[in-house]
């Protein structure tokens, strides 16, 4: 099995940054794509986009694309999501996910964390 775990939510003004790290544990991390997710009270789950094994793709969402970067570090066992310019709409439970194969449907991942909270003021 792989642990997952997310740390460095928290309540930021729009237009700030934040960034965010998910930790694994049981498996190298260097067997999966990485992909974040996040969601809002009252919202399915929505797609921020992934990371493959290696780190030398990444995929984004529209709506974070140019904003957010995804990275990885795989002799730590830590993916991160770096977020600027912060919106109020990016408030949500962000999740990482881990799978064999990059994919946007949060259904597809075997793994997951339990979710670190991004709150975003206006």
């Known amino acids: 099995q792989v642990q997952l775990v997310e740390s460095g939510g928290g309540l930021v003004q729009a237009g700030d940054s934040l960034s965010l790290s998910c930790a694994a544990s049981g498996r190298n991390l260097s067997s999966y794509c990485m992909g974040w997710f996040r969601q809002a009270p009252e919202k399915e789950r929505e797609f921020v986009g992934y990371?493959?094994?290696?780190?030398?793709?990444?995929y984004y969402a529209e709506s974070v694309k140019g904003r957010f970067t995804i990275s990885r570090v795989n002799a730590k066992n830590t993916v991160y999501l770096q977020m600027n310019s912060l919106k109020p709409e990016d408030t949500a439970v962000y999740y990482c996910?881990?799978?064999?194969?990059?994919?946007?449907?949060?259904?597809?991942?075997?793994?997951w964390g339990q979710g670190t909270q991004v709150t975003v003021s206006s």
């Open positions: 990371i493959n094994r290696s780190g030398s793709s990444t």
């Open positions: 996910a881990a799978d064999r194969y990059c994919q946007v449907l949060p259904t597809a991942y075997d793994y």
